[in-house]
């Protein structure tokens, strides 16, 4: 175990001499520094008239895709907040057999957009879209149906 | 008769009627570019939202302050808490009577010189009255009844106390060029001798620069305002008008140090090199427009600064001012007085 000495600078700053001290060099690099950071590109994203485009794997709005979804209630098992409900029965319906999503919601509210719902879907029905625009007046709002969720929500976009 | 009411009465009323009106829309402009340019130096875009590229923001910012609630702390001293923005605010515009800002102008007949009031101790009286500034931040400060504000105003007292003598050796140096205390003789001095005083006194034109940052509590010298520390400094308990008073109160005085830093170093309304005949088509541009510009210049640098640097702790403060600051604008005064009688 070693003592660091007391009498040694904290500051390994190099010296400097007195010129450059009277004549605030550092201080001129510092505003020349700013002064070329003034005439930068600037990255303000100014949104609701320009938006960023998100990267494709980001976990938006869920969405399910209903002429694909086979019912097998996986999705609302694995949900960790228990936002997803459906309702499932054997049939017939859009020319295609076997079993279906008869009732189908998700409240936007409660997920956590956490994609384990899209990683267990057997058939890539319910899947994470780019739509990052969920904000609603009415809390009931945010509770999606099978038309919002095989459609896609209305966003009412901010226009000048 | 008539042309003694006109000269005496008419032109100075239509003088600070001009001044004033232009003097309200230019400080919220100045507020809008100090916004402008800090955000420019940290890569944003600044207001935007108020007419294009925010241009009307100040006019926004100004009606909001209007009809916001005026508030009165319930321990506050009631008098002193009104009367200081009014005195900030006085004392800033008072200054601006005395600041050339042409040569002058001749309509109807009638010649209207470039300053409102040509009084023959000008820089005397600017640096009298815009040290009344002190006794408005004190008061705001002490009057307010908060921690904040005193804490506020305490350090600025001092601070402004002290820079106040490095500011004032500075000028003298200035004037010991000039030879007099006139601001337009200060100017006429700079044409007779056909340099700008910059260029035979740049070291007092240093320790006046960084003493006008601080005499009008900018940063880095914000000590009297430090929002990360003291919340507000001394108006932390002012809202809505009178917090906007001490606003324009800061700007004016802004405005004025560097007009006074324009006229004393950097020839007022005089063009670039007025001894030299080549540039003398340079004289098409009116007088009134170099000081301007001159002024512009220094209102921004007052910005960038404030961009670059970080606030100096308390105790750096005095130390820069009573260790570096005086001494040195001492010396120079000395060495400016000792070259002088020698060449003289």
């Given amino acids: ?160 | 008769m008539t042309d003694f009411l006109i000269i005496n009465v008419v032109i100075p009323l239509v003088q600070i009627g001009v001044l004033l009106g232009i003097l309200g829309l230019a400080t919220g402009y100045i507020v809008l570019a100090e916004r402008k340019v800090l955000a420019f130096i940290q890569s944003r875009l600044g207001p935007m939202r108020v007419g294009p590229h925010g241009l009307l923001q100040p006019i926004a910012d100004s009606l909001k302050l209007i009809l916001k609630e005026d508030l009165i702390p319930g321990s506050a001293d009631k008098l002193l808490y009104i009367a200081s923005p009014i005195v900030v605010v006085a004392a800033a515009f008072t200054t601006l009577a005395l600041i050339p800002f042409g040569e002058g102008i001749t309509l109807f007949g009638y010649h209207i010189p470039g300053v409102i009031a040509d009084v023959n101790v000008g820089i005397l009286l600017i640096l009298g009255i815009s040290g009344l500034t002190t006794y408005g931040i004190i008061l705001g400060g002490w009057s307010s009844n908060s921690k904040y504000p005193l804490l506020g105003a305490m350090r600025a007292a001092a601070q402004m106390v002290s820079y106040e003598i490095a500011l004032t050796f500075a000028v003298l140096a200035g004037l010991m060029m000039a030879g007099t205390l006139s601001m337009v003789g200060i100017v006429e001095a700079q044409l007779d001798m056909g340099v700008w005083f910059i260029f035979v006194q740049p070291v007092a034109w240093g320790i006046f620069t960084i003493a006008m940052v601080a005499e009008t509590n900018r940063a880095p010298f914000d000590m009297a305002e430090a929002e990360s520390e003291l919340v507000g400094g001394f108006f932390t308990e002012y809202s809505g008008m009178r917090w906007a008073l001490f606003f324009l109160g800061e700007y004016t005085a802004m405005l004025v140090m560097a007009a006074i830093n324009v006229t004393l170093f950097w020839g007022g309304w005089l063009r670039p090199f007025p001894n030299v005949e080549a540039l003398a088509f340079l004289d098409a541009v009116p007088s009134g427009i170099w000081f301007l510009l001159k002024v512009t210049t220094f209102l921004y640098l007052y910005i960038w600064i404030r961009g670059t640097f970080p606030r100096y702790r308390y105790d750096q403060l005095m130390a820069l001012n009573w260790k570096s600051l005086i001494p040195l604008s001492i010396l120079n005064l000395l060495v400016t007085g000792v070259v002088m009688l020698l060449l003289a």
């Fill in chain 1, 1 to 160: 175990m070693s003592t660091t000495d007391s009498s040694a600078p904290i500051s390994s700053a190099p010296k400097k001499t007195f010129l450059e001290r009277f004549l605030l060099v550092e201080l001129l690099k510092g505003m020349w520094l700013t002064l070329k950071y003034t005439f930068r590109p600037k990255v303000t994203v100014q949104y609701p008239l320009e938006r960023e485009s998100v990267h494709p794997n980001y976990r938006g709005i869920l969405r399910v895709d209903e002429s694909t979804c086979i019912g097998c209630y996986l999705c609302e098992k694995i949900c960790p907040d228990k936002c997803i409900h459906l309702e499932a029965e054997r049939g017939y319906t859009k020319g295609k057999g076997g079993k279906y999503a008869t009732y189908f919601y998700i409240d936007h509210a409660r997920c956590l957009f956490c994609g384990l719902c899209e990683e267990v879907c057997p058939v890539d029905s319910i899947y994470h879209s780019n739509e990052y625009e969920a904000a609603v007046y009415n809390r009931a709002d945010a509770v999606h149906d099978l038309r919002i969720l095989d459609s896609g929500h209305d966003i009412i976009h901010y226009e000048r």
